[in-house]
C-alpha cells in the first residue's frame, strides 16, 4: 500500500507527465508484482485493467503507466504479432 505522501506525489505527476488521459474503459491499479513484473495490462470483454507495481517509484510508476496505454491505444491486444515482438516495438516507443 502507498503512503499518503507517494499517493499525493504520483496524483500531481501524473497531471503534468502522463502521455495519455486514462481511457474511459481502462482500470489502474496499484499491486504487488514479482520483481521481474513493472506492470502489464488485462483485456477482457472490451475492458482494460492496468497493473502497476507498488514497488517502482512514482515516476517509474508514470513511465509503466504510459508504457501500458500505449499498448492500448496502438491496438497491439489486435496484432497477431509475437508478443516478444510487441514489446520490443513498444520499448522503443518507449524511447522516442
Known sequence: ?????????????????????VPENTRVYIVATPP???SFVVRKD???TI?????????????AYN??????????FDSDEPTGLIEIRAHRRDRE
Open 1 to 21: 500500500m502507498l503512503n499518503r505522501r507517494t499517493l499525493i506525489l504520483l496524483r500531481n505527476s501524473l497531471r503534468r507527465c502522463l502521455r495519455h488521459k
Open 36 to 38: 521481474t513484473i513493472s
Open 46 to 48: 472490451e475492458w482494460y
Open 51 to 63: 497493473c502497476i507495481s507498488d514497488a517502482l517509484t512514482p515516476e517509474g510508476q508514470i513511465e
Open 67 to 76: 508504457h501500458e496505454v500505449d499498448h492500448i491505444t496502438n491496438g497491439d
